[in-house]
């Protein structure tokens, strides 16, 4: 089931930061596990960051490790993947996903699936 609720994409210059938005709404209080995905031109989604709700474990991939975060604010039913020291290589369209049985790699193992925000990154 994928829904139009990312924001906060755009263009940056390298350097720049960004905050994406995931309004998730009602659905959030059943995951137990929140993910961001992206996928650059010509490339195969890739799992960017994630965050196991019961213990607040945080994965990210290698390559935004020490730039991005991802957070849930669960008054407001939001996830969160705020962007620092972007990079050209960065550019992708970032889409938000939810699941209640664990986090996996497999962008179709979730539940629910945003329908992407496009960011471009400049040098």
């Known amino acids: 089931q994928e829904q139009e609720v990312e924001s906060g994409g755009g263009s940056a210059q390298a350097g720049e930061a960004l905050r994406l938005s995931c309004a998730a709404s009602i659905y959030t209080r059943s995951f137990d596990c929140i993910s961001w995905f992206r996928q650059a031109p010509g490339k195969e989604r890739e799992g960017v960051a994630r965050?196991?709700?019961?213990?607040?474990?945080?994965w990210y991939a290698s390559s935004v490790k020490g730039r991005f975060t991802v957070s849930l604010d669960k008054a407001d039913e939001t996830m969160y993947l705020q962007m620092t020291s972007l990079r050209p290589e960065d550019t992708a369209m970032y889409y938000c996903?939810?699941?209640?049985?664990?986090?996996?790699?497999?962008?179709?193992?979730?539940?629910?699936r945003g329908q992407g925000t496009q960011v471009t990154v400049s040098s």
């Open positions: 996903a939810g699941r209640s049985r664990g986090c996996s790699d497999d962008w179709w193992a979730y539940t629910f």
């Open positions: 965050i196991y709700t019961p213990s607040g474990a945080k």
